[in-house]
């Protein structure tokens, strides 16, 4: 059992080495290249036996990497949401199940997500856009909100025009003109009749690009600075860990040698 166990944390050091995460990340890259090559593009028959051959090669690297995985961590595996994602991903690519070769494939494009995984600095990232998503929300409510209120003025304001036949359309009209699809015809349209759309739409413009717009990217760059604190504080803390480690060991080496 002490043998086994320190097999087993050797193994653990190794698969979680800088050396192991590199060369995984490396091969997930080529599997992805291969991966588009097979899927969207029609290699000669050559060269596509090739990219066959790797795919397989690579995939049994994959298969490989989750079972030493498994062996170095045991139980404790599947308590990483990371290494069940993994887990499934590869053994779900690899097993028959009754799915086309190209579906099964399509699968491991999923492991992308493993540079999420390795990187702390995206994975704060990350945990800024998902603290971003309250203020998002509610800037995303203010948004309806003012293309409602347009799209009725729009209702009150043309009547009798196609682009504002009811609060529907208007809302259809409006996100045209938001996306900039050919809007100078809608104003051009518009305007035949009513002299004054010009007021309506540009007003409509300048706030939703220049209002609503900044606030959605003053949210999100404000979730990421504090992301990147976060970060920061956390390494920092690391730190101190290891500075107040390395403290203990010296302590006990002097108290030894005295």
């Given at each position: 059992m002490p043998r086994l166990y320190v097999v087993e944390s050797a193994l653990a050091r190794f698969m979680e080495s800088k050396l192991v995460h590199y060369f995984i990340g490396l091969l997930i890259l080529v599997n992805a290249g291969v991966l588009l090559a097979l899927t969207y593009y029609q290699p000669p028959s050559e060269i596509h036996s090739i990219l066959v051959?790797?795919?397989k090669i690579i995939l049994g690297v994959f298969v490989l990497e989750i079972v030493l995985r498994l062996i170095a961590n045991g139980r404790l595996f599947f308590k990483s949401p990371w290494n069940v994602f993994d887990f499934i991903v590869i053994f779900g690519s690899a097993l028959p199940l009754g799915l086309s070769a190209e579906i099964m494939r399509s699968l491991r494009v999923l492991r992308l997500f493993y540079f999420i995984e390795i990187s702390s600095k995206m994975r704060h990232i990350l945990q800024g856009l998902y603290k971003s998503l309250p203020g998002i929300a509610n800037v995303t409510i203010l948004l309806i909100i003012i293309f409602v209120t347009f799209s009725?003025?729009?209702?009150?304001?043309?009547p009798g025009s196609e682009r504002f036949a009811d609060a529907g359309v208007g809302m259809h009209t409006l996100f045209q003109v938001l996306s900039g699809d050919d809007w100078y015809n809608v104003l051009r349209d518009v305007q035949k009749v009513y002299a004054y759309a010009w007021v309506y739409f540009y007003l409509f413009y300048v706030i939703m690009v220049f209002v609503i717009l900044?606030?959605?990217?003053?949210?999100?760059?404000g979730a990421?600075?504090?992301?990147?604190?976060?970060?920061?504080?956390?390494t920092e803390d690391?730190?101190?860990?290891?500075?107040?480690?390395?403290q203990k060991r010296l302590k006990t080496i002097e108290t030894k040698i005295k």
């Open positions: 051959a790797a795919d009725i003025l729009g209702v009150l304001m043309f900044n606030l959605f990217i003053g949210v999100v760059v990421l600075q504090a992301a990147e604190e976060d970060l920061e504080a956390t690391e730190q101190t860990k290891v500075l107040k480690d390395i």
